[in-house]
């Protein structure tokens, strides 16, 4: 609860910092001139949460809680520096815009995201997430899976589970997060686990235990004989 309290008022200071008269103008203001984007926002999850059930101040604002007070932007639509965009083509900081995300989505498995492989490649919540349109099932990515999501990235890894030899991730049977957390942990390839056989060994249990024939090789590690 502090957590969320703190992460509140930091984010409404940040609002008050934005420009030097910048004001909160209200949805009804944005909406009159992003008719479609409403449109595609209103069936998501964050509209239904901060029209509905806002858990502070903060996002109560729903279109000023992520893009920040629009009046400047309202009256000069051509400055983009005037509020914050989660696009390429826009130009705001990376930065700036996983902080505005941050603001609620803090904790959990986005623990070890500071330092992390995505991180260090300045990639953007809104590279992998779009927070406007409910294009996929569930956590509202870009893509409809989130393997097509990972893979619109990972091609060498896309034409790997091509062969003939794979694991059923175009299947359908897994998906890249069952062996990875995207957000960041303690390990360079982002492994859910301390180690390459601890991930195998959470599908694969059998190979865990001792065997009558010791084999080395995969004591070290499965990836010595497979690629996952």
Known sequence: WLAGALAC???LAGMAAWGQSATLIGEKACIGC?????LHFSDTLHAKAFRLNPRNELQRQTCEACHGPGSLHAKNTKDKSLITGFTKGWGSDVQVQNDRCMACH???NRLHW???THAGNQLGC????????KVSGNSLLVRRTINDTCESCHAQQRGEFNK??????HEGKMSCVDCHNPHGSA???LLKAESVNVVCYACHAEKREAQHWDHGPVR????NCHSP
């Open 114 to 116: 500071p330092g992390s």
């Open 106 to 108: 803090q904790g959990g």
């Open 34 to 38: 992003h008719g479609q984007e409403n």
């Open 126 to 133: 809104a590279d992998c997430h779009n927070p406007m349109e």
């Open 187 to 189: 390990t360079r390839p």
């Open 164 to 169: 003939r030899s794979h694991m059923p991730l």
């Open 220 to 223: 070290e590690n499965c990836m």
């Open 9 to 11: 008022l930091l984010s």
